[in-house]
């Protein structure tokens, strides 16, 4: 009898360490938070590194230069208002580059990458792409009695959206500054 019971529970012993096995393999590792990239640092100056953009602003202003907020995701904005003008003109530019952290995935997974995330980011978007360019760009265009332009810009691990607004200004112009713009943010956040 005590046979039996020995063998019995090497058996069990047995089915469930093979159990425990498969399980584990089918699982895979746990994923820690150190297996989770982190997003990269973008330069302190990275609005005063855009450059001069005074030739997208109207001729008599006098603020030549982005306010720059955040540490992780950078926002460079200025902004005209009318107002301040002595001709009816008035422009708004903001830059957003946001650089992507890896993702933790689902069990068995292991975590996205900050690439792949920053290229969902982008998939998301529903406004056209635009074609030929050198990073993959997507558009959205208001015309009224001023020109908005949207544009989002993917490269690795960063995007960048430049919100362009102006008047007056040719639409097709407002969108070559903006990508412009995304493109230069591009190559000095590297």
Do not use: N
């Not at 949207?150 to 040719?170: E, F, G, K, N």
């Amino acid at each position: 009898m005590a046979s039996a019971l020995v063998r019995g529970t090497a058996i069990a012993c047995g089915v469930a360490a093979v159990a425990g096995l498969g399980i584990g393999i089918a699982v895979g590792k746990p994923v820690r938070p150190a297996d989770v990239q982190p997003a990269r640092l973008l330069p302190k100056d990275l609005c005063a590194r855009l450059g001069d953009i005074s030739t997208l602003l109207p001729k008599a202003t006098t603020v030549k230069a982005f306010t720059q907020l955040g540490i992780t995701e950078i926002t460079c904005a200025i902004d005209v208002p009318e107002q301040t003008q002595p001709t009816f003109s008035a422009a708004s530019i903001k830059i957003r580059i946001t650089p992507y952290a890896g993702r933790e995935a689902g069990p068995g997974q292991p975590p996205s990458t900050p690439l792949e995330v920053a290229k969902q980011a982008f998939a998301r978007k529903p406004w056209p792409t635009v074609p030929d360019r050198p990073y993959p760009t997507k558009v959205d265009k208001h015309v009224g009695q001023d020109a908005r332009v949207a544009v989002l810009v993917y490269r690795a691990d960063l995007t960048v959206q430049v919100d362009y607004s102006a008047h007056p200004i040719d639409p097709a112009t407002a969108q070559q500054a903006a990508q412009v713009l995304a493109d230069r943010a591009i190559w000095e956040s590297q």
